[in-house]
């Protein structure tokens, strides 16, 4: 084993990093409106059933794999394979999953500075016109904004596991809990706002399909940070003292209540804008509804509490959605990292001028995608539409691959490393897990419910997105 891996310095530390993983812009934005799409509390309801019932034992496989292993996904899954070349090959997958992730998630998050950089200078008003977002995204000043973050990105993970991914959770996910509720609060003090609050908890089960079932687990599986080979890498630095089915349920409620909460600052500011919103008119798209449609809400406060007011607003939002991103990219992009210094012996320094090398050229015909080259931007077209190499990236690998690894993870465990294999790791730090309702539950359910159900949603998203 390389003396470069790290540790968490304890569960505390463990959980704040996962969460900070975890709460993203599928938390911050794509669950509200999710929710409020498809029937309010019903869809809550459906999604807290997934969370619960298929994406908590995933998550237990994923970090007890790297726990057990002390090693990165590939690694973890050869050395529980016994050195199988067929596994070894399903783990690069959850390696080449997450740089490719972590690719178009740069993109957005470059967008974020961006956006918090023009508030600052007072462009609310700006950057609530229609058109504006579109000239953003096409400027080529956004390479400026990249290698800045891109350097802030590596600057943390050089600090390592515990100086540098757990230090910056530790400060970040209180700041966002602290500037969620300020905000939420606020929003809950303007007019028409209990309109969205009644949208929003009012459950209407007609709304409820097969394709919003789907879209539930999706979006349950994508906001825990499954299927990204990012859990097995943190369970690889959790300590082999602490308990595993406790902590992974911590992570579990801080994502969900987060995206909840912001399912009560999101609705009542979009109702309290206008009291007749249909909902079936905000955007599907998380990008579309923070960069082109929140801007119009925000601006709309001044009514209340005057431009700057409605500016301070703004630009705490958009902060506090940074936050999450960067806590987001940084877990992400460390995957990689993880996998050079386990299985090509690097040092860490080496292992990060490797990764940030790559993902900088890759993330350069991503930002180049909508609207600076031609070429990036009509990069090819499948299911009926042109889509950009951005597009692509975001189909194969966040829309596709995701609940395919999820899938791959439970078969895996259920029948390559045994039941046997991973409920002897769970027990270690957890004196209940042995003969408990949890432990009978998941030797029912991994090696077979649960696959079928993951296996059933990849098969339907390559449907829908490639040959509809
Ligand atoms: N869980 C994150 C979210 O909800 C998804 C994510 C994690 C994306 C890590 C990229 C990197 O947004």
Not at 29 to 51: D, E, Q, R, T
Not at 74 to 102: C, D, Q, Y
Not at 247 to 261: L, Y
Not at 372 to 392: A, E, K, M, Q
Request: hydrophobic fraction near 55%; charged fraction near 10%; aromatic fraction near 14%.
């Amino acid at each position: 084993m390389s003396l470069e891996r790290g540790q968490f310095s304890s569960k505390l530390g463990f959980i704040l990093a996962a969460a900070g993983s975890a709460v993203g812009l599928g938390n911050l934005v794509a669950f509200p409106v999710m929710a409020s799409k498809n029937g309010g509390a019903a869809f809550l309801i459906v999604y807290l059933f997934f969370v619960l019932f298929l994406c908590y034992p995933v998550m237990m496989a994923e970090i007890a794999m790297g726990r057990r292993t002390q090693r990165n996904p590939v690694g973890a899954f050869a050395e529980l394979s016994g050195g199988s070349r067929f596994w070894h090959s399903v783990g690069k997958l959850a390696i080449i999953t997450p740089f490719m992730i972590a690719v178009f998630y740069t993109v957005i998050t470059v967008w974020l500075v961006v956006y918090i950089e023009r508030l600052l200078v007072g462009d609310l008003s700006v950057l609530a016109e229609e058109s504006t977002f579109g000239e953003v995204v096409a400027e080529p000043d956004l390479f400026v904004y990249l290698f800045l973050l891109l350097g802030l990105v590596f600057f943390i993970l050089l600090g390592g596991v515990k100086g540098g991914i757990e230090k910056l959770a530790r400060v970040l996910m209180p700041a966002l809990a602290i500037m969620l509720i300020i905000l939420t609060l606020f929003v809950l003090t303007l007019d028409n706002a209990s309109a969205g609050i009644a949208y929003y908890l009012v459950p209407d089960f007609s709304k409820i399909n097969l394709s919003v079932i789907n879209g539930a687990l999706s979006q349950a599986f994508f906001s825990l940070s499954l299927g990204m080979g990012i859990l097995i890498t943190y369970g690889s630095y959790f300590s082999r003292e602490d308990n595993i089915p406790s902590s992974t349920r911590m992570v579990a409620i801080a994502d969900t209540s987060i995206a909840f909460f912001a399912g009560l600052l999101i609705l009542p500011a979009i109702f309290a804008f206008d009291p007749n919103t249909n909902t079936d008119e905000l955007s599907t798209s998380s990008v579309g509804l923070i960069f082109s449609f929140l801007p119009k809400i925000f601006l709309s406060m001044q009514v209340a509490v005057g431009y700057v007011g409605a500016t301070i607003v703004a630009t705490l939002f958009f902060i506090l959605v940074f936050f999450a991103a960067l806590t987001s990219l940084v877990s992400i992009v460390e995957i990689p990292i993880a996998y050079l210094i386990d299985e090509w012996c690097v040092s860490r320094r080496r292992a990060i001028a490797i990764q940030a090398t790559a993902l900088t050229i890759f993330t350069i015909p991503a930002t180049m995608s909508l609207g600076i080259s031609d070429f990036f931007t009509n990069f090819t077209s499948y299911g009926g539409l042109t889509r950009s190499f951005f597009d692509v990236v975001s189909n194969v690998f966040y829309e596709t691959i995701l609940p395919f690894v999820g899938f791959t993870v439970c078969i895996f465990c259920a029948y390559r490393w045994k039941m046997s294999g991973l409920s002897s790791e769970l027990v270690i730090g957890d004196d209940e897990f042995e003969g408990s309702l949890l432990q009978k539950y998941l030797n029912f359910a991994l090696g077979t419910v649960i696959p079928l159900v993951l296996f059933v949603v990849f098969v339907s998203t390559v449907n829908q997105i490639y040959f509809a």
